[in-house]
């Protein structure tokens, strides 16, 4: 079983102590104010309240006995800094820290930070390139810039295999797998054949996904 830090428990952090805790994950969640503990108590975790921008407090939790930690801070920037530098020098194995900016994704990174995680940016995009293209069914974000997308086979690859489109050359893109109805399996290799009942789930940049979609 994974272990995990979560550090803010604002609406981010709520979320995703949830789902981690869904995910049958061991979870100390820590806030400065008792209520934000107090509220993800049920969902079987174990929680403290402390300032995290004393190092102190932090050495007290045993940082590097955790899979993973993660930043959720809200507004305050400069806490989000200094807890992820800190975590660093504790010996912390991958940070996560929230950012809203890429100027702060940038001094993140720069201190130490594993990956950022863009929660609102993330789901802005993902909703923008489902709803601008008919032939885009869902996208979902993979690492930055890169993402999973469901999409429409093009008329023209229908009854020719991958290898007769040359995909990958062609459209810089990976197929991961086909969506037939509700169920998501992986394609038969290189001699799979497009067909019209069937979705394909790619992974790549936007910018290609983008092209292939309109």
């Not at 830090?5 to 609406?11: A, E, Y």
């Amino acid at each position: 079983m994974k272990s995990f830090l979560i550090v803010g428990m604002g609406s981010f952090g709520h979320h995703l102590c949830r789902s981690l805790a869904e995910n049958d994950c061991e979870i100390m969640v820590v806030d400065r104010f008792s209520e934000a503990v107090e509220d993800v108590l049920p969902l079987g975790v174990s929680g403290r309240v402390g300032d995290c921008t004393n190092p102190e407090v932090l050495r007290s939790f045993g940082i590097n006995l955790f899979d993973a930690c993660f930043v959720c801070m809200g507004t305050n920037f400069k806490n989000s800094l200094q807890i992820t530098s800190f975590l660093k020098e504790l010996g912390a194995k991958k940070v996560y820290a929230k950012a809203d900016e890429d100027i702060q994704a940038k001094f993140l990174k720069r201190i130490g930070a594993d990956e950022v995680i863009y929660p609102e940016k993330n789901v802005a995009e993902q909703i923008a390139i489902a709803a601008c293209s008919d032939n885009i069914f869902d996208c979902i974000p993979f690492v930055e810039n890169y993402f999973i997308a469901e999409i429409q086979p093009m008329e023209r690859w229908l009854g020719r295999t991958v290898v007769d489109v040359n995909f990958r050359a062609r459209y810089n893109l990976n197929i991961v797998a086909v969506k037939r109805g509700e169920e998501v399996v992986p394609i038969s290799g290189p001699n799979y054949v497009f067909t019209a009942e069937e979705h394909l789930m790619v992974l790549g940049h936007i910018d290609d996904i983008r092209k292939i979609a309109h």
